[in-house]
């Protein structure tokens, strides 16, 4: 005759299960939501691939859970589960448009490690991501300067003198500020690249066309550098290390783009002033 399978379970141990399901659930919602914020932040401030799968790993292992990520150039699908399967959350979300700031990438890197040294809650992850996210960018003027002095310092790199770098500085200047209207002006992301290029090989082609020799060509051929896409092609290479070859071929292709766009702008200097 069979026995019926003795049951260690009290109606109070019962009881508290059934009460912590309903807090592991609303846990695993919580944390889902929080690391889809943390990847479409990394993703639009210019992260890699890799490093943001590595970035929302950490932070889901320091809570015991483990994840699945499809990671895509402007959308991110996770997944999230414990040891067991018995909880779940699944769900996506759009980064915003691609840029590039290392102070957002930076905090989120230390805020993860945080994470792990010091057992942050939820509550507290989401506080500093806000925290991050609201810090101010640098001032206007002094991206316009140290851009423009950046550009003037590859003229000297290419052997300019001191009028070409002059020439070079005011040239990037104009031209970045150009884009940064266009970009405000919401035009298209290449055409502001065209217009800027435009106008800063506009300035550097007049220089040198009427300069009566005094501007030379590499502060032509230099005034267009502040535009070169070195964080699309640096994380397209990367993610083609890593294995990540459906975004490491769109970075690759929007960088080809970008670089198309420049040049097309020095052609059509060159074309205007017969160069």
Not at 61 to 81: A, K, N, P, Q
Request: glycine share 8%; with cysteine.
């Amino acid at each position: 005759m069979l026995k019926k399978k003795s049951s260690n379970f009290t109606p109070q141990s019962t009881t508290a299960m059934i009460m912590a399901i309903p807090t592991e659930q609303n846990e695993i919602k919580q944390l889902g939501s929080t690391l889809l914020n943390v990847g479409t932040l990394l993703l639009g401030a210019g992260a890699s691939t890799g490093r943001t799968r590595k970035t929302i790993n950490r932070i889901a292992e320091s809570f015991g859970y483990e994840t699945d990520l499809l990671v895509s150039h402007r959308t991110i699908m996770l997944t999230i589960r414990d040891e067991q399967n018995d909880f779940f959350f699944n769900n996506l979300k759009r980064s915003p448009p691609h840029g590039v700031n290392f102070k957002l990438l930076t905090g989120i890197s230390r805020l993860s490690w945080q994470v792990v040294e010091d057992d942050l809650t939820i509550q507290q992850i989401n506080d500093q991501l806000s925290r991050i996210s609201a810090l101010p960018h640098y001032p206007r003027w002094a991206v316009l300067l140290f851009v423009g002095l950046a550009g003037s310092s590859f003229c000297r790199l290419a052997e300019g003198d001191a009028l070409d770098m002059l020439t070079v500085l005011i040239a990037t200047v104009t031209g970045l500020f150009v884009r940064q209207e266009a970009h405000r002006l919401k035009f298209n992301p290449y055409i502001c690249i065209y217009c800027a290029a435009l106008t800063a090989s506009f300035i550097a082609a007049s220089a040198y066309k009427f300069g009566g020799g005094y501007v030379h060509e590499p502060a032509f051929s230099t005034s267009v550098l502040f535009l070169i896409p070195g964080v699309p092609l640096i994380n397209s290479f990367s993610d083609m290390i890593d294995g990540n070859l459906n975004n490491a071929m769109i970075r690759g292709m929007n960088g080809f783009i970008i670089s198309f766009a420049i040049g097309l702008g020095l052609l059509t200097s060159m074309f205007i002033y017969g160069l």
